[in-house]
């Protein structure tokens, strides 16, 4: 399972539909400071479902929406799509490739898709568990993740090896049913 490509249209800095091809292989986004780097891995987290603004590194989740420029005007929707390939080495996957989307429209409604369907965030969550892609998983590894993986709590720590031991769905699984 690797990173193929991301779309961008709206969301942060990228007023323009952005294409972005990632080779296998190692891929380095360098550019001048505030020329949008950092957004770019903003755009992942965010396409996996990430709900927290200060992730985001803004104050709401409408700071995600190309707020213009002089030579742009603001929008009202940003849109985000990641096509993860390689899909098939994982259980579940039934296609090699795999497309997430998401929308967000300033009034707050969000929608999510995969493979371009109409999906609930929870079905996108489930797909993923214990396949190391998702917010929370380490396939996102942001400044100070290390440290606060080595310096959290043992039962925290755990959380990443049971991840990558493909556990983590059963545990939920436990506590959803243990819910109801
Ligand atoms: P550095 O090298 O300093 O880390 P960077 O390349 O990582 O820089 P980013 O943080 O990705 O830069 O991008 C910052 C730019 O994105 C700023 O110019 C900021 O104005 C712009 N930006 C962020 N959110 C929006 C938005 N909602 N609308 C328009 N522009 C935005
Ligand atoms: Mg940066």
């Known amino acids: 399972m690797y990173l193929k490509s991301l779309d961008l249209f709206g969301f942060k800095s990228f007023a323009e539909k ?7 292989g190692m891929t380095a986004v360098v550019g001048p400071n505030g020329c949008g780097k ?3 891995a903003d755009a992942v987290r965010w396409v996996l479902g990430e709900q927290r603004p200060t992730m985001m590194r803004g104050q709401s989740m409408e700071d995600c929406i190309f707020n213009g420029t002089d030579s742009h005007k603001a929008l009202n929707m940003a849109e985000v799509s990641l096509t993860i390939g390689d899909c098939r080495t994982e ?5 090699d490739e795999v497309c997430l989307t998401r929308r967000v429209f300033r009034s707050g409604e969000s929608q999510y898709f995969l493979n371009r369907q109409p999906c609930r965030l929870k079905d996108l969550q489930r797909l993923f568990m214990d396949t190391g892609v998702g917010t929370d998983a380490y396939s996102i590894i942001e400044q100070g993740k290390i440290d606060r993986v080595l310096s959290s709590r043992p039962q925290d720590r755990r959380a990443v090896f049971e991840e990558a031991s493909g556990i983590t769905r059963f545990k939920n699984d436990k506590k959803e049913a243990l819910r109801k």
């Open 18 to 24: 952005t294409h972005l091809d990632f080779e296998p």
């Open 38 to 40: 950092s957004n770019v």
């Open 91 to 95: 259980p579940n996957f039934e296609y």
